[in-house]
């Protein structure tokens, strides 16, 4: 070494280096590294660290020069080693103008000098396509140049950063959500998936997880997702809750209610077995012939439910929180008790509530700013702000039947904004559609509250909430309060949240004393709560002798989702099957289909009816499809207590006579105001008796079918279930009326 060389370097002169670098000096951190290489000419960091300087003035070729420059004289053996050094400082430098600096630009080129060193590092190949989302450049052409996902494809042991993939997997489907290839790299990285101590994956794991199922509806890479993190995580309780949740989207019911008995056994606190419980009855009523076991969940639930209540926790995590919302969603397919119902539902939203404001007060802070405007009559030229939130404006029983009230929405006098919640990874056309007929529209995700700040932020006057407690992110959203005004419509029953002012109803969904116990106000239109100029219907693929039934039988019919099957119900059904000769049953709905069909059997036994007379139907391939599918049915027999919706209205528009069982709950009475809406009365029992008395009636009396069947088509031109312009104008009347009391109050 020679000393008086070493005196021409500065004291430090490596931190000055930094100095000079952290500056962007290249030309005199080059100096000093030149210094350095002449001082200590076998110290090879120094070529790395001038070579790296060089590289980042864009003096590319020169950089490589002094790196083999470097190499010449090793040995293999030696240049193996000082490769890896290399790439260790390039690693390090890239990471530093990554995570430090923020110039993902200077990270991406030094990250490709690492590639040439290395053409298979994948997590340099990783971090590659991760600079690239970051600086908006990625393409999918990027994926395939470098063969990432051949490499993970073809090694099954790789020393991959799982953080880096899952990181990367979610920036690749934001920017590039509708492309295949984007989740046949997520499909990819699934094996490579591996947990850490610090639970960081997890951290990533989860979010990922939901935006591949609620927002991309894939539910099979969601699931397949989950199980891989349950390999490291076996009995981590979020995991278990999505994967109990996915086997019962995508119909494994049995597997679904295994895997929610688990998570039940595993959870600790009361609000999480209420949740966990409520996934366990969710799985058993999906079945679609449950019994015993679902009696036993139920009371369970009702007993934790109380326990909650009494115990009034109000330091509940915000996804616990937001999960309470819709704990109470099946009581209503079990017990026609609205009273009840409705009790248990309002105290567990204004528990979760609670709990929601006190997790964003800040927030809740912005959303309410409009407490402090100043509040007038609507000035002349001036439009209401209409908001609509919700996660089924795409295909979907809400998203078919809302459309026609946005189709004529009055634009002179109202502004419309939609919130589509879990809408960014997933397209289709009804959502196009959607997006098409409003003054703006928001692609969102399911964030904790993003939505609720967009709409304060527009300055929403009227919120319509069209999800109820069926989706809890819109609950979580609402319990907020961003609008003065917030109503539900459409969706579901009420959600009991405080924060929410009406429930829009008609003069038949509710009977005339629900004020008394509906905590929200019931704003009622005069004819109906929903109208529709009708529906697209297809060319049916199902015929009477694909199914073994002879042209002269009575076609009895019910397609409705598992949840809605009960005994109770099923034996009504059997007793009109019993007193109809040569009849029918085709039963259709999700659930699982040898479950349905035993249970059917078990009840058609006991009523003396040949089970060979039950006829299951999976699903249609499309709605169209499915509507011309009803064709075959002379009778739909409606479910009780929880009738159909859409199924009823489709049946009402393809002119069939249909049976339905009225009730007390907003539930039990959807068919009744859908069909005195239509024009008919035939077929609306108020009792067990009338129901069978009905069903035996139009399965015999074949002119009495005809007659309502043209009663149906011919009201098609007057009835108010079938106009939707005027149903339009009545709505827009409420949303006048909304305001003009709000006025009032605040005055």
């Not at 080059?30 to 070579?51: D, T, V």
């Not at 923020?102 to 990783?126: C, M, S, T």
């Not at 209420?274 to 009702?302: C, T």
């Not at 419509?489 to 009406?502: H, N, Q, V």
Request: with cysteine.
């Amino acid at each position: 070494m020679n000393s008086q060389q070493l005196q021409t370097l500065p004291p430090n002169w490596e931190e000055e280096a930094k100095k000079y670098l952290h500056n962007n000096n290249y030309v005199q951190a080059a100096q000093l590294y030149e210094q350095a290489i002449e001082a200590e000419p076998e110290i090879k960091s120094h070529y790395w660290h001038l070579g790296l300087i060089l590289l980042l003035k864009g003096e590319e070729v020169e950089a490589q020069t002094i790196w083999l420059l470097a190499m010449a004289d090793g040995e293999p053996d030696e240049i193996e080693a000082w490769t890896s050094d290399l790439i260790q400082v390039l690693e390090t430098a890239a990471e530093h103008y990554r995570l430090e600096i923020g110039d993902y630009v200077k990270a991406w080129v030094i990250r490709q000098h690492i590639r040439e060193l290395q053409p298979d590092n994948i997590n340099n190949l990783l971090h590659l396509v991760g600079l690239s989302t970051l600086r908006q450049t990625y393409t999918e052409e990027e994926v395939i140049e470098l063969g990432i996902i051949d490499i993970l494809k073809s090694k099954t042991e790789l020393d991959v950063d799982s953080l880096l993939l899952l990181q990367i997997v979610n920036n690749i489907l934001d920017q590039s959500p509708f492309k295949r290839l984007s989740y046949d790299f997520a499909e990819a990285v699934i094996p490579h998936i591996k947990g850490n101590e610090d639970d960081s994956v997890l951290q990533c794991l989860i979010p990922l997880i939901y935006k591949l199922a609620y927002s991309a509806k894939n539910y099979p890479l969601a699931l397949s997702f989950t199980q891989q993190g349950l390999k490291s995580y076996p009995e981590y309780p979020e995991l278990l809750l999505c994967c109990a949740s996915f086997y019962q989207d995508l119909c494994e019911f049995s597997e679904g209610i295994e895997t929610a008995k688990l998570y039940y056994s595993v959870v600790t606190t009361l609000a999480d077995q209420v949740y966990a419980n409520h996934i366990l009855m969710r799985g058993l009523m999906s079945l679609g012939a449950y019994g015993d076991e679902l009696d036993f969940a139920q009371a369970r639930h009702k007993a934790l439910i109380q326990s909650l209540i009494e115990e009034q926790p109000l330091d509940l995590p915000t996804g616990v929180t937001a999960r309470l919302f819709s704990s109470a969603f099946f009581f209503p397919y079990l017990q026609d008790q609205p009273e009840e119902n409705l009790l248990i539902r309002h105290q567990l939203a204004k528990l979760a509530q609670t709990n929601t404001e006190s997790s964003f007060k800040e927030t809740v802070a912005q959303c309410r700013q409009w407490q402090s405007r100043v509040l007038s009559p609507q000035p002349l030229g001036k439009k209401l702000k209409i908001g609509y939130l919700s996660h089924c404006l795409l295909n979907h029983s809400v998203g078919w039947l809302a459309r026609w009230l946005f189709q004529y929405h009055d634009h002179e006098n109202f502004e419309i904004y939609a919130y589509m919640l879990g809408a960014e990874l997933y397209q289709n056309d009804l959502k196009r559609w959607y997006m098409s007929k409003v003054d703006k529209a928001y692609q969102l995700g399911l964030d904790d509250v993003s939505a609720a700040e967009k709409i304060a932020e527009d300055e929403i006057d009227i919120l319509i909430d069209l999800d109820s407690i069926t989706l809890t992110n819109s609950c979580q959203n609402l319990a907020l309060k961003p609008a003065p005004i917030q109503a539900t419509w459409l969706g579901w029953d009420s959600s009991c949240i405080p924060a929410i002012d009406y429930f829009i109803a008609d003069p038949y969904v509710l009977p005339d004393d629900a004020e008394n116990y509906y905590p929200q106000k019931i704003m009622r239109l005069p004819h109906t709560y929903l109208a529709i100029n009708g529906f697209e219907v297809a060319v049916p693929d199902i015929r009477r002798d694909m199914l073994g039934i002879p042209n002269d039988a009575i076609i009895y019919f019910t397609a409705q989702r598992g949840y809605k099957y009960n005994a109770h119900t099923a034996r009504l059904q059997m007793q009109i099957l019993s007193a109809v000769p040569n009849s029918y049953f085709i039963i259709k709905g999700v659930a699982d289909q040898e479950s349905l069909k035993q249970f059917y059997g078990d009840i058609a036994g006991s009523e003396g009816v040949n089970p060979d007379r039950l006829k299951t139907l999976p699903l249609s391939p499309t709605e169209a499809i499915h509507r011309a599918n009803l064709a075959i049915a002379d009778v739909v027999l409606d479910t009780y207590p929880y009738n159909g919706a859409t199924t009823t209205m489709e049946t009402l528009w393809m002119g069939i006579p249909m049976v339905t069982r009225v009730g007390q709950q907003f539930a039990a009475r959807n068919s009744y105001t859908m069909m005195i809406n239509a024009g008919i009365t035939e077929g609306i029992a108020w009792t067990d008796e009338e129901y069978v008395e009905w069903g035996v009636k139009l399965g015999t009396d074949e002119n009495l079918r005809q007659q309502v069947a043209w009663k149906l088509r011919k009201n098609r031109q007057t009835a108010p279930l079938w106009n939707a312009k005027q149903f339009t104008h009545e709505m827009e009347n409420a949303y006048q009326q909304m305001w003009k009391n709000y006025i009032e109050d605040k005055h």
